[in-house]
């Protein structure tokens, strides 16, 4: 079989973890990515998942301050529907 290489920059990092994650599950990441790329030809779609990202400091502050607010009192009421809050947005 053929080859051809192809070159990325990516953050050490991610390169790391990335190669960790392909061994865990038995593959290079060479392999890894040529199945990435199979499917990305057969179903011409490109599916990310983030369902276990790690929120970053910036998210995790406004995420405390969403609380705090929750617990305070500090935030707009729940509506049942958009014709009462937009008013509540235009009340003076």
Same mark, same amino acid.
């Given at each position: 079989?053929?080859?051809?290489?192809?070159?990325?920059?990516?953050?050490?990092?991610?390169?790391?973890?990335?190669?960790?994650?392909?061994?865990?599950?038995?593959?290079?990441?060479?392999?890894?990515?040529? !199945?990435?790329? /199979? $499917?990305?030809? @057969?179903?011409? &779609?490109?599916?990310?998942?983030?369902?276990?990202?790690?929120?970053? +400091?910036?998210?995790? !502050?406004?995420? /405390? $301050?969403?609380? @705090?607010?929750? &617990?305070?009192?500090?935030?707009?009421?729940?509506?049942?529907?958009? +014709?009462?809050?937009?008013?509540?947005?235009?009340?003076?």
């Amino acid at each position: 079989m053929q080859t051809a290489a192809i070159y990325i920059k990516t953050e050490p990092e991610v390169k790391a973890n990335a190669q960790r994650v392909a061994k865990q599950l038995g593959l290079s990441l060479s392999s890894l990515v040529n !199945g990435l790329l /199979r $499917q990305l030809i @057969k179903t011409k &779609k490109i599916t990310f998942s983030a369902t276990d990202e790690i929120p970053n +400091e910036y998210l995790k !502050g406004v995420m /405390r $301050q969403a609380k @705090k607010n929750l &617990k305070t009192g500090n935030h707009s009421p729940i509506f049942d529907n958009a +014709e009462d809050a937009i008013a509540w947005l235009h009340r003076d």
